[in-house]
């Protein structure tokens, strides 16, 4: 019966965690499943030594604390130090500012624009201005930025 009881437990948390991370921001996500990881790891690790199997338990603490770390320096260091893709992208939307007129210029659309016709320029203006068709990522930018700003607002 305790069997069952701790089955239908995990189950349900399976389930719960499966609904909060459908709700969650891929890159929270990511952040977040990389930390869990990294502690499982760790805890995992001091089991081990405590148990006497210190040989493989000290490996895997040091592993657990690397993926820690290499977490959190890979998030702050990329967006300053590569000028290519990745986190610098994200970054830079939020060095730049526009207004809602500038956005419904750069995407074209009139001010009483719903939702589909915003998403309709802004596919239009993607074929046009995205890098792979001949276009470039500053301009891809900030197309997605006026996309943001008139859909949040």
């Keep these: 019966m305790s069997i069952l009881f701790g089955v239908l437990i995990a189950l349900g948390a399976m389930v719960l965690l499966a609904w909060l991370f459908a709700r969650a921001k891929p890159s929270s996500v990511v952040k977040t499943g990389r930390s869990i990881a990294a502690a499982v790891v760790i805890l995992l690790g001091v089991v081990m ?21 290499t977490g959190t320096w890979r998030g702050r260091s990329a967006g300053s130090g590569q000028g290519g ?24 659309v009139e001010p009483g624009a719903s939702r589909d016709d915003i998403q309709r320029a802004y596919r239009e203006m993607m074929k046009k201005v995205h890098p792979d068709t001949g276009g470039s990522g500053a301009l891809a930018r900030r197309v997605q930025m006026a996309r943001d700003l008139l859909i949040g607002d």
């Design 85 to 108: 893709s990745g986190p610098s992208q994200s970054s830079s939307p939020h060095s730049e500012s526009m207004t809602i007129a500038e956005a419904r210029a750069t995407l074209g």
């Design 49 to 69: 030594t405590m148990r006497g199997m210190g040989i493989l338990g000290v490996p895997m603490v040091m592993a657990g604390i690397g993926f820690l770390l």
